[in-house]
C-alpha cells in the first residue's frame, strides 16, 4: 500500500480540499501518513495569496529534496498549482504531478500515472458532476469540529486579490447537500460546523428548493435558518462579504442560539478612494453602518476584519482613515497584511507607490492601535460564562483544554482530557492578548 504524505497552506477551503482528498485516495487503496519520511507520495496543498505564501512552497520543496536521498513522488495542488500549471515543472524540479482547484477527485489518477513512468502529469480539469463532498471521520481535522463549504470561487474580483483567478467564478452547493451533510456530521458526533466560502453571503444557488419554507430576504440567511433546523449545537460561517451583508443575516443570528454570535466582516481599508482603487463595493459609511447594526443587536456579536495595509496609492491620510476605522470598529481580532501584488491581478499593473519600510511602519503602528483597542474590547468579557467547546489539550498546559467560544475566542481553562468535545460552561477570570483563561462552572 502506497503511503501518501500532505501538507495543507492555506485558507479553510483548502484545508477542506486536503480533507477530501485525503478520503478519497483512503477509498482508491492508498494509506495517509503523518510522517513525512516514510511517505511513497508528499502532496503539497499551496496558497497564492500573498508572494510570501507561495515562497513557503519553493522553499518546501528544496528542504524535501536535502532531507532525502531518493527523493518520493512530488505532487503540487491547490491555488499555485491552478495558478501556474505546467510551469510548475520548470520552476520546481522534483515536481511529477500538478493538480488544479478543481480537479483534486483525479489526484490518485494522477500519481498512479506518474508510478506507471509518466512524467510532468498535469490536470488543470473541471469538477465532475457527481463530485463526491464528503469527508471520512478519520480524514478530518477536528473529531467535533467539520467545514462545509457552501460556495466556492470568487465573482467579486478585488483589484489584489488573486482568488477570482484561482478559484474560478462563485459556484454555491445546492441547500439539499449542504443539509444532508449537516445531518451525517451531527449523527457523527461533530458539535460544529463552519460553513465556508470566499463569500459565503453570496450564497445562491441554482436551485433554491428546500429553502422556501426559511424567513430571509436572501438565500443565505434562509439557508443559516435551515441549517439552524437541523439542531446541529454550534453553526459558525465565514467569511462574509461587506456588501452583501443584509440585516436579515444578523436577524437569523438573533433568533436561533445554535447560529454563533461571531462575523468575520473583512474592513480592509478605511479611506474610500483605496475602497474604490480597491473595487470592494463598500464604502466606509455604508460599513460603519453594517457594524452599528451588529453592535445593536439583541444578541452580543464579536466582530474580526481582515486590512490591507500599502495598497498602491494609499496616502498617509488615507492609512489615517485605516486607523480611525478600527478605532472605531472594536474589533475582537484584526488580521493586518502588507500588500503584496500579485501577478494577473488588476492592481499588480498599478505602481506599487508604498515603498516596503513605509508598509512596515503602517503595519507596525496598525498592529498597535488594534492591540490596545483589543485589550480594552476584550475586557467586556471579564465575568462573563461563555459556551466552550474543548477541542484539544494546551500546548502549554497539560493540565488546561484549549477551546473556542460561540464568539470564536480561544478559551483556556483547567480540565481533564475526557471533558474534550463537551461543550461547557466558563466563566472568563483573565484576559490575555489573543485569548481567555477561565474557571468551569
Ligand atoms: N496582498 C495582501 N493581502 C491580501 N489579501 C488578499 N490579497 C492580498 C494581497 N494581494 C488579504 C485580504 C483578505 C485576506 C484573506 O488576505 O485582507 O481578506
Ligand atoms: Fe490562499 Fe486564497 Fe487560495 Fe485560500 S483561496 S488557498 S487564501 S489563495
Not at 449545537?233 to 451583508?245: G, L, Q, Y
Request: one cysteine or more; a positive charge; proline letters at 3%.
Amino acid at each position: 500500500m502506497k503511503k501518501v504524505y500532505l501538507e495543507t497552506f492555506g485558507c479553510q477551503m483548502n484545508v477542506s480540499d486536503s480533507e477530501r482528498v485525503a478520503t478519497s485516495l483512503e477509498l482508491k487503496g492508498f494509506a495517509i501518513t503523518s510522517d513525512e519520511k516514510a511517505a511513497d507520495v508528499v502532496l503539497f496543498n499551496t496558497c497564492s495569496v500573498r508572494e510570501k505564501a507561495e515562497h513557503k512552497l519553493y522553499a518546501r520543496v528544496g528542504r524535501l529534496r536535502k532531507s532525502r536521498t531518493k527523493m518520493p513522488v512530488v505532487g503540487i495542488m491547490g491555488c499555485v498549482a491552478q495558478l501556474e500549471g505546467e510551469t510548475l515543472f520548470k520552476k520546481i524540479s522534483g515536481v511529477d504531478f500538478v493538480i488544479g482547484t478543481k480537479a483534486v477527485s483525479r489526484v490518485s489518477d494522477a500519481i498512479g500515472k506518474v508510478l506507471d513512468g509518466k512524467q510532468f502529469v498535469a490536470d488543470l480539469g473541471d469538477r465532475e458532476l457527481n463530485y463526491d463532498w464528503n469527508v471520512a471521520a478519520s480524514q478530518r481535522h477536528s473529531p467535533y469540529v467539520a467545514f462545509i463549504p457552501i460556495i466556492e470561487g470568487c465573482n467579486k474580483f478585488c483589484t489584489y486579490c488573486i482568488v477570482p483567478f484561482s478559484r474560478g467564478r462563485e459556484v454555491s452547493l445546492t441547500a439539499s447537500e449542504i443539509i444532508r451533510q449537516v445531518l451525517r456530521l451531527r449523527r457523527e458526533g461533530v458539535k460544529e460546523i463552519h460553513l465556508i466560502g470566499q463569500n459565503v453571503n453570496s450564497y445562491r444557488p441554482k436551485n433554491q428548493s428546500g429553502l422556501g419554507a426559511f424567513k430571509g430576504a436572501t438565500p443565505f440567511a434562509k439557508l443559516l435558518r435551515a441549517v439552524a433546523a437541523t439542531g446541529i449545537e454550534r453553526i459558525k460561517f465565514n467569511t462574509s462579504f461587506p456588501r452583501d451583508f443584509h440585516a436579515d443575516i444578523v436577524e437569523a443570528i438573533n433568533e436561533n442560539e445554535n447560529l454563533c454570535n461571531w462575523v468575520h466582516l473583512p474592513v480592509q481599508s478605511g479611506s474610500d478612494r483605496v475602497l474604490k482603487a480597491m473595487r470592494r463595493g463598500h464604502t466606509i459609511a455604508s460599513y460603519m453602518k453594517m457594524i452599528d447594526n451588529l453592535k445593536a443587536s439583541k444578541r452580543e456579536i464579536s466582530l474580526t476584519t481582515d486590512i490591507i495595509v500599502g495598497f498602491p496609492g494609499e496616502t498617509a491620510e488615507d492609512f489615517e482613515e485605516t486607523v480611525k476605522a478600527v478605532e472605531y470598529c472594536e474589533y475582537d481580532a484584526a488580521y493586518i497584511f502588507k500588500y503584496s501584488p500579485r501577478p494577473g491581478t488588476p492592481a499588480f499593473n498599478m505602481t506599487d507607490s508604498v515603498s516596503a519600510d513605509e508598509k512596515t511602519e503602517r503595519f507596525s503602528r496598525l498592529e498597535a492601535v488594534q492591540k490596545n483597542s483589543q485589550n480594552k474590547t476584550l475586557q467586556r468579557y471579564l465575568g462573563q460564562t461563555l459556551k466552550v467547546l474543548p477541542e484539544k489539550e494546551s500546548a502549554n498546559y497539560s493540565n488546561q483544554l484549549s477551546s473556542h467560544s460561540t464568539c470564536h475566542k480561544v478559551v483556556n481553562f483547567e480540565a481533564s482530557a475526557d471533558m474534550l468535545g463537551n461543550v461547557v460552561d466558563v466563566r472568563i477570570s483573565d484576559v490575555k492578548a489573543n485569548s481567555l483563561f477561565g474557571v468551569m462552572v
